[in-house]
């Protein structure tokens, strides 16, 4: 996922005790650099991580949608008869991942490794894309800008790269939703929740987990 959110983790905090970082990005931006027109930058300082997160979607832009994305616009959670994490989900983890401490930094298959990137594990097919998108009742799909298909438990927190885990999700909403994957990461791998726990929560009602990781969901 993160189509148009480009994360950089530039460092971590000082209790996070990460052995590394969640995976390896693929641009990365200084805090001098702007953003190309449309575009905003964030940051999570004031949640304590001097994380840097460059060139996300203005609001004024991502409120400009496609008229046919909006038949899944007010979803903020998954079709549990589609994507059915929620309750069943076994279905959506991927099993050869771990987050055991402290991190072996040569097993790529520990998430708080820093051999461990999610591109090992991203390997969603054009068919599988279409499937989804095709499910969730929508075409020209995912659209830049306007939804993207969302890995309900994040490969970052050890879900698994199949259909079951994937829905289509709109913005702004999949922005914050990444914010709270990352978040979810950190916490397992300063040893402050468990995997178990972060999968869970992230995959009965992400919104949720958000406010009680974050604060209240922003309105746009």
């Avoid at 998430?111 to 068919?127: G, I, N, P, Q, W």
Wanted: glycine share 4%.
């Amino acid at each position: 996922m993160k189509t148009i959110a480009l994360i950089v983790l530039a460092a971590f905090a000082a209790n996070a005790q990460l052995s590394g970082p969640t995976s390896k990005p693929e641009i990365y931006y200084t805090p001098e650099q702007t953003c190309r027109t449309g575009f905003v930058k964030t940051d999570w300082h004031d949640l304590g991580f001097p994380y840097y997160i460059q060139c996300v979607p203005s609001l004024n832009e991502t409120a400009q949608v496609a008229s046919e994305a909006t038949k899944v616009t007010g979803a903020l959670l998954p079709d549990p008869k589609l994507t059915p994490c929620a309750v069943q989900i076994d279905k959506c983890v991927n099993r050869s991942l771990h987050a055991t401490l402290p991190a072996d930094p040569q097993d790529k298959h520990n998430l708080c490794s820093k051999s461990f990137t999610t591109r090992d594990y991203r390997h969603t097919s054009a068919a599988t894309k279409r499937a989804v998108c095709a499910e969730y009742g929508v075409t020209n799909c995912p659209h830049q800008n306007t939804m993207e298909l969302d890995h309900v438990i994040a490969l970052e927190d050890g879900g698994a790269d199949v259909q079951a885990n994937l829905w289509v999700q709109m913005a702004p909403q999949y922005h914050f939703k990444d914010k709270l994957e990352t978040v979810l990461h950190v916490l397992v791998c300063s040893g402050k929740i468990s995997l178990s726990e972060a999968q869970k929560e992230i995959s009965t009602d992400w919104v949720a987990s958000y406010k009680k990781r974050i604060g209240p969901l922003p309105s746009k």
